[in-house]
Structure formats: C-alpha cells, structure tokens
Nanobody, 126 residues
Framework: QVLLVESGGGSVQAGGSLTLSCGVS????????MAWFRQVPEGEREGVAT????????SYADSVKGRFTISLDKDKNTLYLQMNSLKPEDTGIYYC???????????????????WGQGTQVTVSS
C-alpha cells in the first residue's frame, strides 16, 4: 500500500504561481505512473498531468498546457506540480495518484489509479 500526502495548496491571485508536492510513503520500485487530478466545485475530477517513473508518460490536459509542469524526484519520493499563470478556473482540490505499471502509457482517467492522496485546496482569485 502506497500512502500519498499532498501539500503546497493555498490562495493566490490570478497570474500567480504555486507548487504542489506529493510525498510518497515508501520508495516505489519498478515502473509506476503518477498523476495530478483536480476536482472543481460541483464538477467531476479532471486529470491534469501524468508522468512515468522511468521517463516519458508525460501528458497534460489542454487547459493547463504551457502553464503547468509535472515532475518526479525519485530520490525524495516526491511528485511536484509547478503551476504558473494561474486562472480562477484552476480553483479546486488537487489530488495526486499512483499506479504501479510496467507500461509508460499513463492515462488521465481516474479509474486507472489505485492510490490517492487526501487532496490540497487551491484557490485562485480574480
């Protein structure tokens, strides 16, 4: 069982930046996908970005391309999401997710992921 703990959320004005972190409870060996999702108020959970532990597997939702960057530091067992040029529509609860997999094809479908963090709130004001 992998435990995930997000941090770094907060309130920021439009145009600002935040960096989210997701700590993994144990060193994850082999291949695995990690992803960031967000849930907007009264909306579905949306896949924001994905990455694969052995390189590749990068994908971004169209709404965040060019503004958000996902990265994985395996030495620190930490996943990051750098968010720049934030917009009010980026407001929501952000979750990280994990799935052990030998394939580097990491989908943004939430059903693909087995482990989830508790979420961290991001609020962007106009």
């Amino acid at each position: 069982q992998v435990l995930l703990v997000e941090s770094g959320g907060g309130s920021v004005q439009a145009g600002g930046s935040l960096t989210l972190s997701c700590g993994v409870s144990r060193h994850a060996y082999g291949g695995y996908c990690m992803a960031w999702f967000r849930q907007v108020p009264e909306g579905e959970r949306e896949g924001v970005a994905t990455t694969y532990s052995r390189g590749g597997g990068l994908s971004y939702a169209d709404s965040v391309k060019g503004r958000f960057t996902i990265s994985l530091d395996k030495d620190k067992n930490t996943l990051y999401l750098q968010m720049n040029s934030l917009k009010p529509e980026d407001t929501g609860i952000y979750y990280c997710a994990f799935r052990a997999d030998w394939s580097p094809v990491c989908t943004r479908d939430q059903q693909f992921y087995a482990s989830w963090g508790q979420g961290t709130q991001v609020t962007v004001s106009s």
